[in-house]
């Protein structure tokens, strides 16, 4: 009787381990699936963090060419209107697009006063750049058609 119930236990032991088996290789399988979509989430949460410090590195630059140009008006463009002298007024817009490049007015206000000079192919360029900033501009385009027709 005692070799039955060694054979009986030893079969439940048996019975056991495969079970024990079984599930250790479901858990593994499991914890593999897991630790897969652990790393998908990692790799998504670094892509938006990345996008994250675009978007402010995006804002600083933006931040700072709004200051930019806000200093280029307040010292170079409202000059450059209320002076008589010409050549400072070319100047002043020149020095004040060399802070802040893409004011489409300053363009066309530098473009005016260029032919205004007889100054036409450097006219013609800041009418152009002004019209590559804002394609919009009926004003620009009017100088610069009026420009190409004059050659």
Request: proline content about 3%; hydrophobic content about 40%; glycine content about 6%.
């Amino acid at each position: 009787m005692k070799l039955g119930k060694i054979r009986l236990a030893t079969g439940y032991f048996a019975t056991l381990i495969l079970a024990a088996m079984a599930l250790c290789s479901c858990l593994t399988a499991e914890l593999e699936k897991q630790a897969a979509t652990l790393k998908e989430q990692e790799a998504e949460i670094a892509r938006q963090r990345k996008e994250i410090e675009a978007l402010r590195s995006g804002q600083q630059a933006q931040g700072t060419r709004l200051r930019d140009c806000n200093r280029a008006f307040r010292e170079y463009f409202e000059p450059a209107q209320t002076t008589a002298d010409g050549d400072r007024a070319v100047a002043l817009y020149r020095e004040g697009l060399a802070i802040c490049p893409d004011d489409e007015v300053a363009h066309y206000e530098l473009g005016r006063l260029l032919a205004a000079q007889g100054r036409y192919p450097e006219a013609r360029a800041e009418f152009e750049s002004a019209l590559k900033i804002n394609p919009d501009f009926t004003d620009a385009r009017a100088r610069l058609e009026a420009l190409r027709k004059q050659r």
